[in-house]
């Protein structure tokens, strides 16, 4: 408890630093970072992967942790056959597009995270959407961590930073890097899932302003895309969390499993919000829907409203079309105006009575 607080004023005081942006480290195109912590400190002087792996097991304590960024399978290579990783999950690796998961092989465990970020709009419908989603690997030895990010998004400096910060927390090994990655991941998505609130809460204002704007249902339909993105990177992370959380899975000690079941909470809670919002999101259309059709009915009342009084004339003046010689008030002087007349008061009583009934 102290160790999280002590953490969170950290963050709130100190800058933050990328410590994982390629320009900070001359590795490679891949390769951004290749750091060895001994007893919670970083040590320096280890700019090669073997060298760092070999520094740590001649050491006989701390780990190495590497950071990669979209490794093809030629860059990946090398190090999996350094750390003894299983092939099938060095394809996950480079290939990515993986559901969340937790795959333990031998003593080497490889997760696999969705990340996401709130991509900032001026209207709902703007392309390319509001939640941008990307991956992140890890594997974790006894003495190594392995990151491997896909897409633009998600850099693990300000992680990095935070636990350089908390040294107690730090020599926990790799099973703290890998909680610290976790809480960050599911911290983001607690993040995104309050702010598509905000676009939830504006889209509820639109439809429920009184205006009738028909177009409100395009963006309803964006959000629940946009939520269904999310969800497909939420939900799935649960099973791997509960895992962590009460299995014993090499390399986490049972003293790191209660950190996972703190950040199963912060998930639990955050898939909450995203399937109260999904429901939310139908009530919402369905009231919309609700509104269109009302509106609907009353453009048709009008127009038949309109009709009815215009059907009036058109029924006198087609009787008096007819083409007999014989027909009432046919010579008189009178008939024309009185006709028109005729035409006229009947026109408003029927005009006046559709305005009582509300229907114009």
């Known amino acids: 408890m102290f160790s999280n607080l002590r953490r969170v004023v950290r ?11 390629p320009a900070r480290s001359p590795l ?3 390769v951004v970072n290749c750091v060895v912590y001994r007893d919670g400190v970083r040590q320096e002087g280890c700019a090669d992967a073997e060298e760092a792996l070999r520094r740590v097991r001649k050491s006989g304590g701390g780990f190495v942790w590497i950071g990669l960024h979209e490794p093809s399978q030629e860059e990946l290579a090398g190090l999996a056959e350094l750390f003894g990783l299983h092939p099938l999950a060095v394809e996950d690796a480079v290939h990515a597009h993986q559901r969340p998961k937790v ?5 080497t465990l490889f997760a696999v995270l969705r990340t996401v970020r709130y991509v900032e709009h001026e209207e709902l419908t703007a392309p ?11 594997f974790t030895g006894e003495d190594f961590v392995l990151t491997i990010r ?11 930073e935070t636990l350089e910060a908390d040294p107690e927390q730090l020599a926990l090994g790799p099973a703290a890097v890998l909680h610290a990655i976790a809480d960050h991941v599911v911290d983001d998505y607690v993040a995104v899932t309050d702010a598509v609130e905000n676009d939830i809460d504006a889209v509820e204002t639109a439809v429920f302003s009184g205006d009738g704007g028909r177009g409100d249902a395009g963006r309803i339909y964006q959000l629940k895309r946009e939520l269904l993105e999310l969800r497909r990177a939420v939900a799935p992370l649960a099973r791997p969390l509960e895992q962590l959380a009460t299995q014993p899975i090499p390399p986490v000690p049972q003293e790191a499993r209660a950190y996972f079941r703190d950040v199963a909470d912060h998930l639990t809670r ?19 829907l609700a509104q269109v059709t009302v509106a609907q009915n009353e453009d048709m009342r009008k127009i038949t409203a309109w009709a009815a009084i215009v059907a009036v004339p ?3 003046c087609g009787v008096y079309g007819m083409n007999f010689d014989h027909m009432p008030e046919l010579r008189w002087t009178y008939g024309y105006p009185l006709v028109l007349g ?13 305005r009582r009934n509300g229907w114009l």
């Open 28 to 30: 490679g195109s891949a």
């Open 314 to 316: 058109t029924m006198v």
């Open 103 to 107: 795959e333990r092989y031998d003593d």
């Open 270 to 288: 955050a898939t909450d919000q995203i399937n109260a919002y999904d429901a939310l999101l139908d009530s919402i259309l369905q009231a919309h």
């Open 128 to 138: 390319g959407g509001m939640v941008e989603t990307g991956e992140l690997m890890v």
């Open 11 to 21: 963050r709130g005081y100190r800058r933050t630093v990328d410590l994982s942006h």
């Open 342 to 354: 005729v035409m006229a008061v009947a026109c408003f009583l029927i005009h006046r009575g559709f």
């Open 150 to 160: 896909h897409g633009g998004r998600g850099t693990l400096g300000p992680v990095r």
